[in-house]
């Protein structure tokens, strides 16, 4: 005779480290996703004067490496994570620092944000780093930064931290010496593949990572302004351009691809939603972006986070200067795995109505 109760059972289930699907299943299938990133935006004059303050009081050393300061999403419980998928930082450098070489299996790009004189080395290709550069970072590419100037450089790490733990595939290893052996040539591998529609002959294409591994800015910009010259746009994100492996066409990572976009005077883009998440920084302008019916306003170095599934729509406030953002999103993930969907806002023109304003440091506000 059977003499069982569902309670027995549950408490069986526990005892054993067992789950029912029946229960759980809203959590675990919800029927669209429920990211627990939060929309959010960190200020750069907090940004700067945190990384000034650390930059004077703690010195770079061997185990962390870098002076970096991560976006802690507070609806990631505490970690410092911007997204599930992504890690985002300001990383300080004073004049005349070593940050010494290492690899690691979590892929990274940096965009500099300021400084004379301060140099990043891949794989033995140095760069001097200016204002709107873009610098790439494969997995188990040696790496080292460096300044030889008297002044301070300041820039946005991206990496794939929390999805490389969250595989367990996490390798780190320290350079022997602090800085690598550099190529003859400053700047080598802009020079060679700079002009992406041309390649050595006699060379392979390189498939899965771009063979240039500095983006500078002066090429970047001359593409958005020949792109505005046509008048091409996306209605969700105006001149928004995938900076690519010149090889493939692919993103320049595996887990990471990064934007610049310009929003053109006076622009207010459509709001959609894409699986995947992103992290935005504001190289130049201001303006707002409504993330979820909440109003971000934003200007010159903020960065913020929009999560995945997240109605998003960019407003540049401004009716005469351009307001330009760089990105990093992890929709290669999505897409490699068959997981990327977006959905277009179709109500109201296309436009959120706005129902709170995000007030800095502290939340939300209801409007
Ligand atoms: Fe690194
Ligand atoms: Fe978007």
Same mark, same amino acid.
């Given at each position: 005779?059977?003499?069982?109760?569902?309670?027995?059972?549950?408490?069986?289930?526990?005892?054993?480290?067992?789950?029912?699907?029946?229960?759980?299943?809203?959590?675990?299938?919800?029927?669209?996703?429920?990211?627990?990133?939060?929309?959010?935006?960190?200020?750069?004059?907090?940004?700067?004067?945190?990384?000034?303050?650390?930059?004077?009081?703690?010195?770079?050393?061997?185990?962390?490496?870098?002076?970096?300061?991560?976006?802690?999403?507070?609806?990631?419980?505490?970690?410092?994570? +911007?997204?599930?998928?992504?890690?985002? +930082?300001?990383?300080?450098?004073?004049?005349?620092?070593?940050? *010494?070489?290492?690899?690691?299996?979590?892929?990274?790009?940096?965009?500099?944000?300021?400084?004379?004189?301060?140099?990043?080395?891949?794989?033995?290709?140095?760069?001097?780093?200016?204002?709107?550069?873009?610098?790439?970072?494969?997995?188990?590419?040696?790496?080292?930064?460096?300044?030889?100037?008297?002044?301070?450089?300041?820039?946005?790490?991206?990496?794939?931290?929390?999805?490389?733990?969250?595989?367990? +595939?996490?390798?780190?290893? *320290?350079?022997?010496?602090?800085?690598?052996?550099?190529?003859?040539?400053?700047?080598?591998?802009?020079?060679?593949?700079?002009?992406?529609?041309?390649?050595?002959?006699?060379? *392979?294409?390189?498939?899965?990572?771009?063979?240039?591994?500095?983006?500078?800015?002066?090429?970047?910009?001359? +593409?958005?302004?020949?792109?505005?010259?046509?008048?091409?746009?996306?209605?969700?994100?105006?001149?928004?351009?995938?900076?690519?492996?010149?090889?493939?066409?692919?993103?320049?990572?595996?887990?990471?691809?990064?934007?610049?976009?310009?929003?053109? *005077?006076?622009?207010?883009?459509?709001?959609?939603?894409?699986?995947?998440?992103?992290?935005?920084?504001?190289?130049?302008?201001?303006?707002?972006?409504?993330?979820?019916?909440?109003?971000?306003?934003?200007?010159?170095?903020?960065?913020?986070?929009?999560?995945?599934?997240?109605?998003?729509?960019?407003?540049?406030?401004?009716?005469?200067?351009?307001?330009?953002?760089?990105?990093?999103?992890?929709?290669?993930?999505?897409?490699?795995?068959?997981?990327?969907?977006?959905?277009?806002?179709?109500?109201?023109?296309?436009?959120?109505?706005?129902?709170?304003?995000?007030?800095?440091?502290?939340?939300?506000?209801?409007?």
């Amino acid at each position: 005779m059977i003499t069982d109760t569902t309670d027995r059972l549950y408490s069986d289930m526990q005892s054993h480290h067992l789950m029912p699907l029946w229960t759980l299943e809203k959590d675990i299938l919800p029927w669209s996703p429920k990211p627990k990133a939060l929309p959010w935006l960190w200020k750069w004059s907090d940004l700067y004067e945190i990384a000034e303050r650390s930059g004077a009081l703690v010195p770079i050393e061997r185990g962390g490496d870098r002076r970096a300061i991560a976006l802690a999403n507070p609806g990631l419980g505490g970690l410092p994570h +911007a997204t599930p998928t992504l890690w985002a +930082a300001v990383q300080w450098l004073n004049g005349r620092e070593v940050a *010494p070489a290492h690899r690691h299996t979590a892929q990274a790009v940096r965009f500099i944000i300021d400084g004379q004189g301060a140099f990043s080395t891949v794989e033995g290709d140095k760069v001097y780093l200016e204002r709107g550069d873009m610098v790439i970072n494969p997995p188990w590419y040696w790496h080292d930064h460096g300044s030889d100037s008297d002044e301070r450089a300041v820039w946005m790490d991206g990496l794939d931290i929390p999805l490389n733990n969250y595989l367990d +595939a996490s390798f780190f290893e *320290p350079y022997k010496g602090e800085t690598q052996a550099v190529s003859a040539v400053l700047d080598g591998t802009a020079l060679k593949y700079g002009v992406g529609q041309m390649r050595p002959a006699w060379e *392979p294409r390189s498939a899965q990572y771009p063979p240039i591994f500095a983006y500078k800015w002066a090429e970047t910009e001359r +593409a958005l302004n020949n792109v505005a010259k046509v008048g091409a746009a996306s209605p969700f994100d105006d001149v928004a351009l995938e900076y690519t492996n010149p090889h493939s066409g692919g993103p320049v990572m595996d887990t990471i691809t990064c934007w610049i976009q310009m929003l053109r *005077p006076g622009v207010h883009t459509q709001a959609h939603r894409q699986v995947n998440s992103a992290v935005y920084y504001v190289f130049e302008g201001r303006g707002l972006t409504v993330i979820n019916g909440i109003r971000f306003d934003w200007e010159k170095g903020d960065m913020f986070v929009i999560p995945g599934w997240a109605w998003h729509e960019h407003c540049n406030a401004s009716s005469e200067e351009r307001a330009t953002l760089f990105s990093i999103q992890d929709t290669p993930v999505m897409r490699a795995l068959n997981k990327y969907r977006e959905e277009a806002y179709t109500e109201n023109d296309g436009h959120q109505s706005v129902t709170g304003v995000f007030r800095p440091a502290a939340g939300f506000d209801k409007v």
